[in-house]
């Protein structure tokens, strides 16, 4: 199993970001994925989920209405729209695949959100 996270970067307060994950090596369609991050001294914090159809989804309080998670089976891909970037939004994100009971994560993109 494999994830690669892409997307990361400086991005401006209130600015956009869309990340990707790209999986490989397990049948995408057959696992819930997710989008974590860590911010430097803190724990790892859930950001969003989409099941394995796309047909359900949830966010942490402090992203809805700014963030979306989306996904094409058909690329085996899923990504993260991030939209009103506020600073603390500073973070490595990560993507989560679940499969079988199994958490598999990507190695993490850089946000930074800085005027």
């Known amino acids: 199993v494999q994830l690669v996270e892409s997307g990361g970067g400086l991005v401006q307060p209130g600015g956009s970001l869309r990340l990707s994950c790209a999986g490989s090596?397990?049948?995408?369609?057959?696992?819930?994925m997710s989008w974590y991050r860590q911010a430097p001294g803190k724990e790892r914090e859930l950001v969003a989920t989409?099941?394995?159809?796309?047909?359900?989804?949830n966010y942490a309080d402090s992203m809805k209405g700014r963030f979306t998670i989306s996904r094409d089976n058909a690329k085996n891909t899923v990504y993260l729209q991030m939209n009103s970037l506020k600073p603390e939004g500073t973070s490595v994100y990560y993507c989560?695949?679940?499969?079988?009971?199994?958490?598999?994560w990507g190695q993490g993109t850089q946000v930074t959100v800085s005027s």
């Open positions: 989409i099941t394995m159809t796309g047909d359900t989804t």
């Open positions: 989560k695949a679940r499969y079988w009971n199994y958490d598999y």
């Open positions: 090596g397990f049948t995408f369609s057959g696992a819930d």
